[in-house]
Nanobody, 118 residues
Framework: QVQLVESGGGLVQAGGSLRLSCAAS????????MGWFRQTPGKEREFVAA????????YYTDSVKGRFTISRDNAKNTVYLQMNSLKPEDTAVYYC???????????WGQGTQVTVSS
């Protein structure tokens, strides 16, 4: 079965940094684009960042541009989200997803909590 397992969440002070990791198994990782999403209770899931299958193109929501960087290591079947200059409004559960068309995400991780204190 396909599994996406996230790690790296935690509690940080505003202005600090975290790096999230998502390790994939059970799929041909190098053929999938990967994305990061976040969600707070009662809110819709929000797109954060995505990276294409080769790592040559990346996309970000405006609120994280210049602060977050998505990357991938296909040899390790892992996608990362480096989060710098964190703000309290970044607090959410962050999810990793895999897609072949950027519209229908086929697989999701379990989520990891990121909490940014002021």
């Amino acid at each position: 079965q396909v599994q996406l397992v996230e790690s790296g969440g935690g509690l940080v002070q505003a202005g600090g940094s975290l790096r999230l990791s998502c390790a994939a198994s059970g799929l041909m990782f190098g053929t999938y684009a990967m994305g990061w999403f976040r969600q707070t209770p009662g809110k819709e899931r929000e797109f954060v960042a995505a990276i294409n299958w080769s790592g040559g193109n990346s996309y970000y929501t405006d609120s994280v541009k210049g602060r977050f960087t998505i990357s991938r290591d296909n040899a390790k079947n892992t996608v990362y989200l480096q989060m710098n200059s964190l703000k309290p409004e970044d607090t959410a559960v962050y999810y990793c997803g895999a897609t072949r068309d950027y519209a229908e995400y086929e697989y999701w991780g379990q989520g990891t909590q990121v909490t940014v204190s002021s």
